[in-house]
């Protein structure tokens, strides 16, 4: 039995303006989604999402009735077949999925897994899928998920590593030292397409507010890649920082974001912002110095959390 994995991920800058054209600086983690497949009746088997275990069956084997639509795991899996160009009767497989990332969380888990769940369909009809074409089946995937996904999720999840994403360009790797992050959980899950989606009626509601707003996420960015290239931590935090009064501006910033930020910084951290989606999931928070100080702020408020290291001298595990 193979299994296939995609990567979780953190956005350090850029998010939500990464779906306009603009840049933004991202990194994969060590934790990720694992796939693996076996010869079955057609099950989807889902562990380890923080919550309980969940049995699926695959379309295959529905009732014709069943619409697709109404599961958003079992549209992601028929988007994956339909952009590999897999008649679902041909599988006779069941795929068991285990993540390490909590689902909803702005850790990137649904591309991690839109990545696996691709790479183990074509792994189990011995497809040897190009790159491209699992790039294409993943996109397909989070465009269920997301809506309008710019891609940099799915970008981390299937190459890993770190550096500056472009809808136009992909990932441009950044050669950086390892920087230390403290991820912590809001413990208030989100849905990523509802809160793009807000931000794109803020935009078409104030343009002008907005594209200022967008405009100047991007110019951060820039500053925080220069910042890591000189291996100035200060800077990237201040950046990071920056980059959350401007995405409390779009909306996307809830209390227990705003909370975990303050409790951060005043635990020493060089800045603190909201990663991926925003309306809850996960808060990053850069203090190189003390990181267990940030997440004993976070514990005592009842907010768990875990250290990760980022950058080109991290390698994310196999
Ligand atoms: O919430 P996540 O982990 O799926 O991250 C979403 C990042 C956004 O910039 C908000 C959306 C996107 O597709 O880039």
């Known amino acids: 039995m193979s299994s296939f994995r995609g990567f979780g991920k953190v956005i350090l800058l850029g998010e939500h303006a990464v779906v306009y054209g603009y840049p933004a600086l991202a990194a994969a983690l060590e934790r990720g989604v694992e796939v693996s497949a076996t010869r079955g009746d057609g099950m989807l088997l889902l562990s380890g999402l923080g919550a309980p275990e969940v049995r699926k069956r695959l379309p295959a084997l529905l009732p014709p009735e069943f619409r697709a639509g109404e599961d958003a795991l079992i549209s992601a899996y028929q988007a994956i077949l339909g952009s ?15 993540s390490e990332l909590p689902l909803g969380s702005g850790l990137g888990s649904s591309a991690a897994l839109a990545v696996a769940l691709a790479r183990a369909i074509s792994g189990a009809l011995g497809l040897g899928a190009s790159e491209p074409a699992i790039a294409a089946a993943a996109h397909a995937a989070e465009s269920v998920f997301h809506g309008n996904p710019s ?25 950086a030292d390892s920087i230390p992050l403290c991820v912590g959980l809001t413990g208030r ?52 920082s920056r980059n959350q009064e401007e995405l409390a501006v779009l909306g996307v910033s809830c209390r227990e974001i705003d909370t975990m930020c303050t409790l951060a910084r005043g635990a020493g951290a060089l800045g603190a912002k909201l990663t991926g989606g925003g309306g809850g999931g996960s808060v990053i928070a850069l203090a190189p110095d003390d990181p267990e100080k940030v997440r004993a702020a976070w514990r005592s408020a009842g907010f768990e959390s875990f250290v990760t290291t980022v950058g080109s001298g991290a390698e994310p595990l196999a």
């Not at 931000?199 to 820039?222: C, F, K, N, W, Y």
């Open 84 to 98: 590999l160009g897999i008649d679902p009767r041909v599988l006779r497989h069941d795929f068991a999925v285990r």
């Open 151 to 175: 891609g940099i999720d799915q970008a981390i999840a299937q190459h890993g590593g770190f550096g500056v994403y472009r809808r136009a360009t992909g990932l441009v790797p950044l050669l």
């Open 189 to 240: 899950c989100h849905e990523t397409r509802t809160l793009v989606q807000r931000v794109a009626e803020l935009h078409r509601d104030e343009p002008v507010m907005t594209s200022r707003v967008l405009e100047g996420i991007g110019v951060l960015v820039q500053e925080g890649a220069s910042a890591v290239l000189r291996g100035d931590l200060v800077a990237l935090g201040h950046a990071m």
